[in-house]
């Protein structure tokens, strides 16, 4: 029941359709072969600028969208824009992974990334 909980965490919903785990291949969870996955997840993905009207830009284009911030208080307005988590710890997003945060919004069936716009300096241009 921490400062979030009402915001973030009391809407989540738990999944209610059953996943034969032991089926599935999950192997794409591997760290290198996730590392490259996950770049060419966000090289193909459009990339789009942030501010004022970030989800009027993502909703108007076509597939996985990368949302780009130049700073914290840049993320921090996207995030309010689509009302995901704006909390920012040791130099990146809380939930980022390779300073990336990755959502889908409301029922979009597209991915949404929110990431700098420098991706070299994630180490994610030459993956």
Not at 41 to 48: E, T
Not at 69 to 89: P, S
Not at 92 to 111: E, L, N, W
């Amino acid at each position: 029941m921490g400062q979030f909980f009402k915001k973030y965490l009391e809407p989540i919903k738990l999944n209610d359709v059953h996943v034969d785990w032991r089926t599935m291949d999950l192997s794409y969870l591997i760290q290198d072969i996730f590392v490259r996955h996950f770049a060419k997840l966000v090289a193909d993905a459009k990339p789009v600028h942030g501010g004022h009207d970030a989800v009027l830009k993502a909703h108007n284009t076509d597939g996985d969208v990368l949302i780009q911030y130049r700073d914290q208080a840049d993320f921090e307005q996207i995030a309010r824009q689509f009302g995901i988590f704006e909390e920012w710890k040791d130099g990146i997003p809380r939930t980022a992974y390779k300073g990336i945060v990755v959502f889908r919004h409301q029922t979009s069936r597209h991915m949404y990334l929110v990431g700098p716009d420098s991706l070299k300096l994630l180490g994610l241009e030459d993956a």
